[in-house]
């Protein structure tokens, strides 16, 4: 009988899980991505892309589809999925695991102002320089788009003009992982006086935050919003150990 994952996905650590498992004999392997990126790079595999209606529509699609395991790679800030995928897995008594890069942690030289909501961002930012690389995701601009008297530089992946969008604002369409002296020269050539990010952990999107160090700049660090509890593991290998026990089960 063959076994079916499903990788709740969209993150480097899902695709890598993906590509471990790829070819495993006996496991079907689905990777889910949100949807969010109209060019996304699909991980190796079978994928599907796009939401699932909530707790209910993502427990019809694991009964649909006859899924046996599920792990959430989805990105620390991905809350809402992540608590959907508990609900359901917990009503359909499915294995779930939650794959995570771990957190960002403050060195010495880094000038962090954390935060547990962009509400609470918005008096220190108006503190804080009026030239702001603001690391955040398309669906989180809204809370800074009263900021008239900043002036904020955006990257994503792709060139859309973001909407709701600040007063002024400039737009870098990249893809990481970046390097330390590429955004320090980012950072150099815009004039950055404070970035504003999400602990989004891991290496790709850390660089922001080394130069910032060398440039003695003040970050606006969110704080990771809470999880389920459950089983957790940091690395798409310790993962596939964790499926491949299941499979030897």
Same mark, same amino acid.
Request: with cysteine; proline share 7%.
């Given at each position: 009988?063959?076994?079916?994952?499903?990788?709740?996905?969209?993150?480097?650590?899902?695709?890598?899980?993906?590509?471990?498992?790829?070819?495993?004999?006996?496991?079907?392997?689905?990777?889910?991505?949100?949807?969010?990126?109209?060019?996304?790079?699909?991980?190796?595999?079978?994928?599907?892309?796009?939401?699932?209606?909530?707790?209910?529509?993502?427990?019809?699609?694991?009964?649909?589809?006859?899924?046996?395991?599920?792990?959430?790679?989805?990105?620390?800030?991905?809350?809402?999925?992540?608590?959907?995928?508990?609900?359901?897995?917990?009503?359909?008594?499915?294995?779930?695991?939650?794959? &995570?890069?771990?957190?960002?942690? %403050? @060195?010495?030289? *880094? $000038? !962090?102002?954390?935060?547990?909501?962009?509400? +609470? =961002?918005? #008096?220190?930012?108006?503190?804080?320089?009026?030239?702001?690389?603001?690391?955040?995701?398309? &669906?989180?601009?809204?809370?800074? %788009? @009263?900021?008239? *008297? $900043? !002036?904020?530089?955006?990257?994503?992946?792709? +060139? =859309?003009? #973001?909407?709701?969008?600040?007063?002024?604002?400039?737009?870098?369409?990249?893809?990481?992982?970046?390097?330390?002296?590429?955004?320090?020269?980012?950072?150099?050539?815009?004039?950055?006086?404070?970035?504003?990010?999400?602990?989004?952990?891991?290496?790709?999107?850390?660089?922001?935050?080394?130069?910032?160090?060398?440039?003695?700049?003040?970050?606006?660090?969110?704080?990771?919003?809470?999880?389920?509890?459950?089983?957790?593991?940091?690395?798409?290998?310790?993962?596939?150990?964790?499926?491949?026990?299941?499979?030897?089960?």
């Amino acid at each position: 009988m063959t076994a079916s994952l499903l990788i709740l996905g969209g993150t480097a650590e899902a695709a890598d899980l993906a590509r471990v498992l790829a070819g495993t004999r006996g496991l079907r392997v689905v990777s889910s991505l949100a949807g969010r990126t109209a060019t996304p790079r699909l991980p190796p595999g079978e994928c599907r892309v796009g939401g699932f209606g909530g707790e209910s529509g993502l427990a019809d699609y694991l009964r649909r589809e006859a899924v046996t395991m599920v792990v959430d790679a989805t990105h620390p800030f991905a809350d809402r999925m992540g608590w959907n995928a508990a609900r359901a897995c917990a009503g359909l008594g499915l294995p779930l695991l939650r794959l &995570q890069r771990p957190a960002w942690v %403050a @060195g010495p030289k *880094d $000038r !962090w102002t954390e935060v547990e909501s962009w509400d +609470e =961002a918005i #008096p220190i930012l108006r503190r804080m320089s009026r030239r702001v690389f603001l690391a955040v995701g398309r &669906q989180e601009l809204d809370a800074f %788009a @009263g900021l008239d *008297d $900043r !002036w904020f530089l955006l990257r994503f992946a792709e +060139e =859309a003009a #973001p909407n709701p969008a600040p007063a002024r604002f400039a737009l870098v369409a990249d893809r990481g992982p970046f390097t330390p002296e590429g955004e320090r020269d980012l950072l150099l050539a815009h004039d950055i006086g404070a970035i504003v990010c999400r602990n989004s952990g891991g290496t790709a999107a850390h660089a922001k935050l080394a130069a910032a160090a060398q440039l003695n700049l003040p970050v606006i660090m969110r704080r990771r919003p809470p999880r389920p509890e459950g089983l957790s593991v940091g690395s798409a290998e310790e993962a596939a150990r964790w499926v491949e026990t299941l499979l030897l089960a």
